[in-house]
């Protein structure tokens, strides 16, 4: 018997060992790859010599641009105090996107302009670096104080989802790859670090993962058949003499950016569905595991049913409330309804609220269906157990 555990636990460190220089190796390779794929040469598009933006605090008003009815017409001229301890005086425009109305102690970004000897400053707009760092870390503890440790996870998958489109999808278009193949890519390697985050390697967390991604997949397929039907392309957006510039001087394929957009915009909601799902169903099969592959289905159907129509709802909106402005518009001016229908601005709404809704739908029954499959017959029977057992 001292023999035989003895000899089992050797084979349990050896299986730990290996499990650890493996995991080691594929961090390195990945780290590596990463590095190499952001090699990447930005074209210069914009012209920026001699020109830097700088924090500011407003002094004083030198000059205000208050009329007597309260309007505020022309630029304000104000004394600033730099970074760097420097005095100077700037040019505060008086407009919707650049500038701001200035106050004394007020901080401010500001635009230094070098031209020779010359130097010219403008207030670009009010600092709001402490407000959005702030409003960052109470998201985040805020998720962390409800969620606990899943709540912890959740903040290093979100980290995590940011790092693949900062330093994965982004380089993978400047480098020419599809812009939709880049999007499966990258949609492929958070869904795995999400559900693995969160989860941990569980069949709970594979069928999650399996069924987002056929989510994921529909939505992309609805929303390519109908773009094909409806004669749209990621040429018809309203910013496409931008994006055509930065085409001719890149290698993006901005024709493709449309529909990798749905893509991403689809995965919150389909991977929110399919865990609701998977985890419903491996709840039900822990109480009761006696319950057929068939029945564990029917349970999870019923459940996704139950959530399916909101999670549509939820993702509808909030492709409406990104276009609030255009819907406004529209219905201000009170354009016919067969000008509507077909405005690309609209039609490209409704592909991204439709395609992403499919997507929703048709997770619901993958997700019931991968597992039951996994909790009653891939291996074995502990539903929270790894999917990757050591040897016994």
């Known amino acids: 018997m001292n023999s035989s555990s003895s000899a089992s636990s050797s084979q349990t460190k050896l299986w730990n060992f290996g499990k650890r220089l493996l995991i080691a190796l594929a961090v390195f390779v990945a780290l590596a790859a990463v590095v ?7 074209p210069n598009l914009v012209n920026t010599d001699g020109r830097t933006f700088m924090k500011a605090v407003v002094t004083d008003i030198v000059r205000d641009n208050v009329q007597e009815n309260g309007s505020r ?29 200035c106050e004394p102690g007020m901080s401010v970004v500001v635009i230094a302009s070098q031209t020779g000897s010359l130097s010219s400053y403008t207030v670009y707009s009010y600092d709001r670096m402490t407000a959005v760092a702030a409003f960052l870390a109470f998201f985040c503890l805020l998720l962390m104080a409800v969620g606990g440790r899943k709540g912890v996870k959740s903040v290093i998958a979100l980290a995590a989802t940011f790092a693949c489109f900062l330093f994965f999808f982004f380089p993978l278009l400047m480098h020419g790859l599809s812009p939709v193949f880049a999007a499966v890519i990258t949609a492929t390697l958070i869904l795995a670090m999400t559900v693995w985050l969160i989860c941990g390697p569980t069949k709970k967390a594979l069928a999650a993962g399996l069924a987002s ?3 994921v997949l529909s939505a992309g397929i609805a929303a390519e058949v109908f773009g094909r039907m409806a004669h749209l392309s990621g040429y018809n957006v309203p910013n496409i003499e931008a994006l055509m510039f930065v085409s001719q001087n890149t290698k993006i394929d901005v024709g493709g950016l449309l529909f990798a957009g749905i893509l991403f915009a689809s995965l919150g909601a389909v991977l929110d569905i399919a865990m609701d ?8 099969h822990e109480e009761n595991p006696e319950k057929t592959e068939r029945a564990l289905f029917k349970s999870g159907m019923r459940v996704g049913q139950d959530v399916m129509g909101t999670m549509a709802a939820t993702l509808i909106l909030a492709v409406f409330g990104g276009s609030l402005g255009t819907w406004v518009l529209d219905y201000v001016y009170n354009l016919p309804l067969l000008q509507l229908l077909n405005s690309n601005s609209l039609d490209i709404v409704i592909m991204q609220g439709l395609s992403g809704g499919i997507g929703v739908i048709m997770t619901v029954p993958l997700a019931a269906a991968f597992s039951a499959l996994l909790l009653k017959h891939a291996f074995g029977t502990n539903c929270h157990a790894s999917v990757v057992k050591p040897p016994e």
Do not use: R, W, Y
């Not at 190499?36 to 930005?42: A, F, P, S």
């Not at 799902?277 to 039900?284: H, K």
């Open 36 to 42: 190499q794929l952001n090699d990447v040469t930005k």
């Open 73 to 101: 017409i022309g630029d304000q001229i104000v004394a600033l105090k730099l970074a760097d301890g420097s005095e100077v005086t700037a040019n505060c425009p008086n407009g919707m996107l650049f500038g701001t109305v």
């Open 213 to 215: 991604f056929g989510g």
């Open 277 to 284: 799902v998977s985890a419903a169903v491996t709840e039900i």
